[in-house]
């Protein structure tokens, strides 16, 4: 069974950065996409950015030049670098995977991670 935990979030003020992190753990698996997803309060869930395994990224055009994601292969962890914070980012942040189990794949989802962007 594999598992993604989240971490990084707290409370920044406008214009300020954050990084949040995502580590896959378990056994006998390989990660293949890896994005991040946010929910708003009162609003439905909208994919950020995701990574493919060989590097290629896409981002939501709300957080493009503003939020990087990158991944490290060997920790199996996802990165996501939020510059320029904005009070409308503020979510709680999930982490999916693409984890293939035999023949299918298998989306895994982390607990999320609250960010709240204020003065």
């Known amino acids: 069974q594999v598992k993604l935990v989240e971490s990084g979030g707290g409370l920044v003020q406008p214009g300020g950065s954050l990084r949040l992190s995502c580590a896959a753990s378990?056994?006998?698996?390989?990660?293949?996409?890896m994005a991040w997803f946010r929910q708003a309060p009162g609003k439905e869930r909208e994919l950020v950015t995701a990574?493919?395994?060989?590097?290629?990224?896409n981002y939501a055009d709300s957080v493009k030049g503003r939020f990087t994601i990158s991944r490290d292969n060997a920790k199996n962890t996802v990165y996501l670098q939020m510059n320029s914070l904005k009070p409308e980012d503020t979510a709680v942040y999930y982490c999916?995977?693409?984890?293939?189990?035999?023949?299918?794949?298998?989306?895994?989802w982390g607990q999320g991670t609250l960010v709240t962007v204020s003065s």
């Open positions: 990574i493919s395994s060989s590097g290629r990224t």
């Open positions: 378990g056994s006998g698996f390989r990660v293949d996409t």
């Open positions: 999916k995977a693409d984890v293939p189990v035999g023949r299918a794949n298998v989306e895994v």
